[in-house]
């Protein structure tokens, strides 16, 4: 793939202390001689380990669906030279372990040379000795006596015929404390073959001898070549922690620093807060103890001004106006069939002479709630779409059943007034009959009318019992109270199976 893999970086990140990670892509032009100087397969993901030669690999494995465990494994068991050099005292603990029972016994073989000899003939001679012995009991390490002089001083009892020379000890840690156990070679190493003779003579010995190792001493702690100065240390420190900062509050970790933005905000938020408050304290006073004269409402372009008394100036929302759109068949999707989860419609039912008054009257009384972004409210022509408005009150039984088509004052009834709540998205609707509609009825069913089956907020042009003329604007008088019941949720509901068309 063109990409590292993931978990190829995760494993890099993971050991980045002791190994290097390096990716190629096949598909590239220059892979072509790698892939045939290796022997790797092109179709299925291979994992190369190189250590002290890197013209042949020191471990391979291959495989299509590679584990992390796999991966995890293949690593840890080459996570080492075959030779490594011991540059602190946390690898020596890790190359040569302390001695926990008997027949968990580790030796490591030491090689001590100075630093210059680093590629001559005693340190390649070591390497090949150490590549054709390998053990799980045995460990091959080398040290370089100039940088660790006190560590090679303790191994050697006479430096001197060393001095400039290459010399190994087999040694086995005994206590984390430093004691050890060792066995140094008596003359220098050279590399020859008589040399590794005699080191392969002593590993077979103490194979069946421990009591090889005669000398002991307590070995003092390596000294970390790798760590910097105090004053270094403290650069590089520092300024990685700025680079994290700087990663963090302008790149792509905002998550972890969302709880300390949180925090700050809220002070300033609780400071600059309290301020404010105490500072419009006073003028709140002195608004709510002048309220504002009433103003007329008046209808303009589909929006309606309302005006507000003492009781609720309270509440006033931010706008000046009712926004009262009409219920076509071109806003009847968007407005109600389509409408938001959680959002509601409140419909206003008028027909021709009463719609100025009863639309001043609807926004009067609707205004406080239009602070709520969830309610919208319309206006339905009872003149265009009379058959609409019937076939959703069929639905609500209790409230307006529809007679059938012999009742005589079917095409008299007066729904204007009604207003109905809609919820496009669970389809039910809570519905609003206008209170002088209540009182009519009462005086209709008290002079024995035939039609005193007919729905409470039914009215007629003409009443038998010589009904006067009604105020238009009384029928919302109790809208108010209404609204807040349909946001209580404690109105009746009327469900529909689904919304019909607005012809």
Known sequence: MPAVPLLYKLTAFAYKDYL????????LRGAEEMTRQYNVN???PTILIFKEHINKPADVIQARGMKKQVIDDFITQNKYLLAARLTSQKFFHELCPVKRSHRQRKYCVVLLTPEAAKLSKPFEAFLSFALANTQDTVRFVHVYSDRQQEFASTLLSDIDPFQGKSAVSILERRTTGGRVVY????????GSESDKFTLLGYLDQLRRDPALLSSEAVLPDLTDELAPIFLLRWFYSASDY????WDSVFHNNWREMMPLLSLVFSALFILFGTVIVQAFSDSNDERESNPPDKEEVHEKAGKTEPTFTKENSSKLPKKGFVEVTELTDVTYT????RLRPGHMNVVLILSGPTKA???QKFALE?????????????????DKHREWLEYLLEFAQDAAPIPNQYDKHFMERDYTGYVLALNGHKKYFCLFKPQKAVEEEAAVGSCGDLDSSLHLGETRGKSSCGLGPRPI???????????ERLLEGSLQRFYIPSWPELD
């Open 183 to 190: 066995k140094t070679l008596e003359a220098p190493w050279t």
């Open 357 to 359: 008054s009863l639309l």
């Open 334 to 337: 968007s407005n109600l069939v």
């Open 473 to 483: 604007k009384g029928k919302l008088s109790k809208l108010s109270l209404w609204m």
């Open 366 to 382: 609707v205004y406080t709630f239009t602070g709520s972004s969830c309610l919208h409210f319309s206006f339905l022509s009872l």
């Open 20 to 27: 290097s990670f390096g990716y190629v892509h096949v598909g």
């Open 242 to 245: 700025i680079s994290d900062c």
């Open 42 to 44: 092109v179709y299925a």
